[in-house]
């Protein structure tokens, strides 16, 4: 029997390390920071092991639920402080706690020479507890307010390195862009209380589920709303450009936001509210087209970054898509397994970035790399493993939710299936060729490391690290076993970690979806999944895995066989290379189509008109109107008893004035 108890711990814990570390962490030694960082994270991700075994055992119910007590109760609302255990929120929380324990690992290596090593570890702990506060939530108040509390946590660790203005410019804008998703979220609340009267899932969702009569309408303006507030935490299509520049954060930040947190936060909720969302089509629709669009249009700029970093960056964005993708078709299944996978191998490939960084002495530019083969070699078949997982080869993790995404698009009855389909089948193949190419351009050829440093050394620039400080080269080398061993881990969910949901087409018994069945019980696609033919299933397979074979063959041409023709490619397309370099110049758009009107509105009407005219104004005449005042006034205290005799007589025939008109009103 499992203590529902416990159930406080898991967000608690880390609670506590934050205010631990946030407080007098300053004063500890960095073994002792270091510990209470990593109780506070290690005690949860058992906690949430103890539970699995137990939710998975016979006679185990589908969900727990624990109240602490009414947090809001006034006439006709109500908010309880609870949580609630079910199959979905279990997954999510094996991905927080664990792959959170294994970054939280990583950074005391990485982070060891670092300035405000207390207040990094007491962020990292933060982030956790809202991220586990959020996911354990019963209700969308308290989900609410992990969302708000993830955003915070990003913008204090994005800006960790506060010193630099790229780092504190980038934590401002995801703070920023994430607003405008939270407003939607706002609305929608909003909206749920008074078309419900009340914020809790339960409620909510059964009250749809006996009403199947209500479609569209409000419901659709709901689920509206809440894809605004899921397109900025996820990263979608118009909301996703906050997520690139997030990379000016340490990259074990960089690894705990894109795997296992923050931008999981709009794929969960997403699903979480699949009852909403499947009573309205065309909000169905939206997401799916949402994440097609942004899955295409990520993975084409990921293709020609050369920060390794921001590669990373742009399939985080992509795969996102595909989960928004697999969420808009209906299989919240598979989009919350692809979330599972990609967690792992996401966070392998940012923790193995972070490894050829630091073996790099603070170098990101791909075109300063190359061989490091044989001189890191523990990061480099971690990597690989990272690589071909998401590449989507089998029998590695990536291929079998990938596929499941791509052949739950193919049967939906979405009009737009399967044109939805190719769209995720070409990104499948750029994705193959751009994490190809990353792994070429780092790891084999020459090395273009040394003579990257001696040109500095001559030049007299300083090498600068992604914290700004001046930094050495000592030689690249490996990383230490800290930082090697989670690597080795998720190397290893990385390869295995797919094959709890090996469809039975392919000879598995999809082990993920009967899990979440309980949970996602409605969905037309889900349905239609049932009976389609395993022959299809295969088929696409096949396709998808040669799209992946394509995008390796390019990527080998290209930058192993011939590592010169890329560029020559580029220099024949000047104008298009730039267009995709240069991301498509949508910062440039927002800066001169939002940004820029806004801040001559600001700067001309409320800085002039109002703080000026206005406010300032309203100031002066206050001013004004007291000393006019005061020198009428000031007049009565004279000191002459002839003039306080005088004012006297005025004030007595005012009075019987006032008195006389009263009578005569009468």
């Known amino acids: ?54 939710m998975k055992s016979a006679g185990a119910p589908e969900s727990i639920s624990i109240v602490s007590r009414p947090w809001i109760a006034i006439t006709g609302f109500h908010v309880d402080f609870a949580f609630t255990v079910d199959h979905l929120t279990l997954i999510m929380l094996g991905v927080v706690t664990g792959v959170g324990f294994l970054i939280h690992l990583y950074s005391a290596g990485y982070m060891a020479h670092e300035d405000g090593y207390w207040r990094f570890f007491a962020y990292l702990n933060l982030f956790m507890f809202f991220m586990l506060v959020l996911v354990l939530s019963s209700n969308f108040l308290l989900l609410f307010v992990g969302w708000e509390g993830v955003g915070l946590a990003s913008y204090l660790l994005i800006g960790f390195y506060f010193k630099k203005d790229s780092a504190a410019n980038a934590g401002k804008k995801a703070f920023v862009v994430n607003r405008i998703g939270d407003f939607g979220f706002l609305l929608a609340m909003f909206l749920i209380i008074s078309h419900f009267g009340s914020l809790d899932f339960h409620h909510v969702f059964s009250n749809i589920a006996a009403n199947p009569d209500w479609k569209g ?52 909720m997403v699903a979480r509210c699949h009852v909403l969302f499947d009573r309205s089509p065309y909000a169905l629709g ?25 590669v990373l960056a742009y399939s985080t964005v992509s795969q996102l898509g595909y989960m928004f993708l697999a969420c808009g078709v209906g299989a919240y299944t598979a989009g919350i397994f ?23 002495s603070g170098e990101q530019d ?82 273009r490391f040394e003579a990257s440093q001696a040109a500095q050394a001559h030049s007299h620039a300083a090498h600068t690290d992604e914290a700004g400080h ?40 999809n082990e993920i979806e009967a899990f979440l069945e309980p949970v996602f019980t409605s969905g037309t696609a889900e349905a239609v999944a049932t009976v389609a033919n395993h022959s299809l299933e295969l088929t696409l397979a096949v396709v998808s895995v040669l799209a992946a074979a394509l995008g390796f063959v390019i990527a080998f041409a290209l930058y192993y066989k011939k590592p010169g023709t890329a560029a020559a490619f580029a220099k024949k397309a000047p104008a298009l290379y730039r267009l995709v370099d240069n991301k498509f110049y949508v910062d440039e758009i927002y800066d001169a189509v939002i940004i820029t009107p806004l801040l001559m509105f600001t700067r001309l009407f409320l800085g002039g008109f109002v703080d000026s005219g206005l406010v300032n104004g309203s100031g002066a005449l206050a001013g004004l109107t007291t000393r006019g005042l005061s020198s009428v006034t000031r007049r009565i205290q004279s000191g002459n008893i002839r003039s306080y005799a005088g004012w006297l007589a005025i004030g007595a025939a005012a009075v019987m004035i006032v008195m006389l008109f009263g009578f005569w009103q009468h």
């Open 338 to 360: 692809h979330l599972l996978t990609h967690a792992f191998f996401k966070a392998l490939l940012f923790l193995a970035a972070g490894s050829v960084i630091h073996a790099l």
């Open 286 to 310: 939206v997401v799916a087209i949402i994440g097609a669009a942004t899955a295409l249009f990520a993975a084409c700029i990921g293709m020609v970054q050369n920060d390794i970093k921001r």
């Open 470 to 509: 001046a930094t050495h080269a000592h030689g690249v080398h490996e990383s230490p076993a800290i930082m090697t061993i989670p690597l080795i881990v998720l190397a290893i969910l990385s390869i295995v970690g797919g094959w709890v949901g090996v469809p039975a087409a392919l000879g598995g018994h």
């Open 366 to 447: 791909m075109r300063n790399m190359g061989g490091l083969r044989k001189r890191i070699p523990v990061t480099f078949w971690t990597m690989t493993m990272g690589v071909i997982a998401i590449a989507g080869i089998p029998p590695w993790a990536g291929f079998f939710s990938k596929d499941e995404i791509l052949y739950q698009a193919f049967v939906s009855p979405n009009p737009l299936g399967k044109l939805l389909w190719f769209v995720g089948l070409v990104t499948a193949l750029m994705t193959s060729f751009y994490m190809f190419r990353l792994w070429f351009k780092t790891f084999f050829g020459e090395s």
């Open 1 to 54: 029997m499992f203590n529902t108890n416990l159930l406080w711990l898991i967000p608690l814990l880390p609670f506590t390390g934050f205010l631990i570390n946030g407080t007098i962490g300053r004063k500890l030694s960095r073994p002792v920071v270091t510990a209470i960082a990593l109780l506070a994270t290690a005690y949860p991700a058992y906690i949430v092991a103890t539970l699995w075994m137990y």
């Open 217 to 268: 309408g409000t419901l659709t303006a709901i689920a509206l709303l809440l894809v605004l507030g899921a397109a900025g935490k996820s990263a979608q299509i118009p909301l996703y450009v906050w997520l690139p520049d997030a990379m000016e954060g340490p990259t074990p930040v960089s690894a705990l936001i894109h795997a296992a947190t923050m931008v999981t936060a709009g794929i969960y």
